[in-house]
């Protein structure tokens, strides 16, 4: 496998506005821009106070050592060519893994991240040859799991408390798809 960033295949569906790329240093301070809005914070276990320190370790650390050890596999969202958010494949194991995303709060409610979850799904199934992607999030996220079932995911159901925000046990949404069930845009 070549070296990060040339290992990150450029992800595009031919439309305007969307480009999946590796990530880079210029990312760092729009990353930090989006772990510490309310948004996004409200739904996510970010470090509290979040610190540039911490997109530094996630964009020129995480990230790369994912793509090279073949365990994390993430991409910047970029529109208008600018970072607007990140999308990552996780917990790789027995042919199959999770996806998470967030999404910059200028860049929301313009469909770039159902977009990028198909995109990324797909390199999934065609690229990794993994058989099943499954998406979580803390029971109450509406707004991903809108993205989630536009993307074609199935089988939603909510287990009791396997979710940890903020340091509190809390239910968790959990949702599959499978090769042939995405959903085309």
Known sequence: MADFPDCVPILTDGLPGLVLRPHAPGD??????MCVDPGYRQWTDKPVPYLRS????FVTELIPGGWVSGEVYGWAIESEG???GNIDL?????GGGDVGFG???WARGRGLMTRALRLVVGYAFDELAWRVVIWRAVAGNEASRAVARKAGFRRFTTVPDTACLHGERRDEWVA???PGELLSG
């Not at 760092?28 to 821009?33: S, V």
């Not at 996780?90 to 027995?94: E, K, Y």
Request: charged share 25%; net charge neutral.
């Open 28 to 33: 760092i301070d729009d990353f930090t821009a």
């Open 82 to 84: 600018r970072f607007a």
């Open 103 to 105: 999404l910059a709060p």
């Open 54 to 57: 911490h997109a530094e370790h």
């Open 176 to 178: 599959s798809i499978r």
């Open 90 to 94: 996780g917990s790789v194991r027995a």
